[in-house]
Every structure is written in structure tokens, then in C-alpha cells.
């Protein structure tokens, strides 16, 4: 078993292992813990990581943010397209084109970032409307953010926040995301009657889970 790093947490109710794009672990549990649950979780784990350590490891490494570099968009396939030149950012999409004028590489990458932020913000509003229903709760909010180490978060007071990064992966797993956090609306936690309300909306979804995760592993934008 690789080395990880223990947080322990008294805000914590489950555990959760992390596993970042250049391979560390992170393993988060609660405060109290024994150290034999912990041993047993990671036994129950080690499929998982022993494939996404090896998926890392045959991953390219991170992209260079350069003319050509092929972007993700849902479904879609991109190529970007940098212009530097004075003058405020622009992007605009051009067919498979994504094309962003800007005076330097920092500005240019805000400009893709917060062009990718309104794309999310669209999805998920129309991906809600069509998933609330089946679920039976709608949030009062809709938050997009870049966490890290999140795809995205339910507060108990109804805001759902979403990452940007998801319009870097396939649709069918922004789904997942937008209808689990629409679970937690009813139930808050990670135990048996919040699994069973996806399972009732969204079937597959253990499947979808899987991807997301050995999928994020690997995200470099």
C-alpha cells in the first residue's frame, strides 16, 4: 500500500480517500476512527487505487496551456485557439474552434476559466430542472465554484455549489453530480437512505461514480 496522509476530523461522518493528479493520497476520516476500520477501508480501496495509481502513471502529464491544446466541452471536443494582443479578453467559439484573444497567457486562462464558469452555470440550471422534479427537491441557490478536491457540495440551507471543472468531463457525469446533490436536499448524509433515493432517480449511478472519480484524476486544466 502507498503512503497517505491521515486527517482526522470531528466535522467528518465518513471516510473519504483522495488521490490528486500527481499520485499522493489523502485520507480523510472522523475524529475517532480506529486505526483497524482505517486499515480495513483501505483493504476495501485497494482495487480502486491500484487503478487509478496505474491510470496516473500512464496518463500524459499536465498540458501546456498553448495554440492547439485540445479542451474538453460535455461531450464535445475543442481546440483552442490563443491570440495575444492588447485589448480586453475575448472568447468565442468558432465551431470546434474555442478562440481567445488576450494580452498574455495569465489573462488568457481567466478568460477560458470564466468562460467555462457561465457554460457550467447553463448546464446546470437546465440539468436542475430536469432532474428537481424526479427527486422531488429544488436548491434555493446554485453556486458555481472551483474546489479542488470537490465536484460539488449541498449547504443546509439549500445551495447547491457545482464546479466549473464538470463541463471538462462527459454529460452523463455532470448528471451525477447535479442528481446527488439534489439527494442531499433530502437526506444530508452518505448513508443508506441517501444512496437508496439516487438509486430510485438515477440507477446507474454507481457506475457514473467510478468514472467521476478515476476521471478527475486526471483533469490538468
Known amino acids: 500500500m502507498a503512503t497517505y496522509a491521515l486527517v482526522r476530523s470531528r466535522k467528518r461522518r465518513t471516510l473519504c480517500l483522495q488521490i490528486n493528479p500527481a499520485g499522493a493520497m489523502r485520507l ?5 476512527t480506529r486505526q ?11 482495487p480502486w ?5 496505474k491510470r496516473l502513471n500512464e496518463a500524459p ?16 471536443s475543442l481546440r483552442l485557439r490563443l491570440h495575444y494582443r492588447p485589448g480586453m479578453p475575448e472568447v468565442r467559439r468558432d465551431g470546434e474552434l474555442l478562440q481567445v484573444a488576450a494580452p498574455d497567457e495569465k489573462q488568457a486562462r481567466g478568460a477560458l476559466e470564466f468562460w467555462y464558469r457561465e457554460a457550467a452555470r447553463h448546464h446546470a440550471l437546465a440539468r436542475i430542472i430536469h432532474y428537481a422534479p424526479l427527486v422531488g427537491r429544488a436548491p434555493k441557490r446554485i453556486r458555481i465554484a472551483g ?15 457545482l464546479n466549473w471543472r464538470l463541463m471538462l468531463v462527459p454529460a ?3 448528471d451525477y453530480v447535479i442528481a446527488h446533490e439534489l439527494c442531499h436536499l ?23 461514480r467510478l468514472r467521476l472519480r478515476e476521471i478527475g484524476a486526471r483533469l490538468s486544466l
Not at 28 to 32: D, E, G, N, R, W
Not at 49 to 53: D, K, N, V
Not at 186 to 208: C, Q, S, T
Open 28 to 32: 480523510l476520516v472522523p475524529a475517532s
Open 49 to 53: 487505487i491500484e487503478r487509478t495509481l
Open 186 to 208: 433530502i437526506a444530508p448524509h452518505h448513508k443508506a437512505p441517501f444512496w437508496r433515493e439516487l438509486g430510485r432517480v438515477m440507477p446507474d449511478y454507481e457506475g457514473r
Open 172 to 174: 452523463d457525469l455532470f
Open 61 to 76: 502529464r499536465a498540458s501546456v496551456f498553448a495554440d492547439g491544446l485540445g479542451l474538453q466541452h460535455l461531450d464535445e
Open 147 to 161: 474546489q479542488k478536491t470537490r465536484w460539488g457540495s449541498c449547504s443546509p440551507r439549500g445551495t447547491i455549489s
Open 36 to 46: 483497524a476500520d482505517i486499515e480495513a477501508f483501505l483493504k476495501a480501496k485497494a
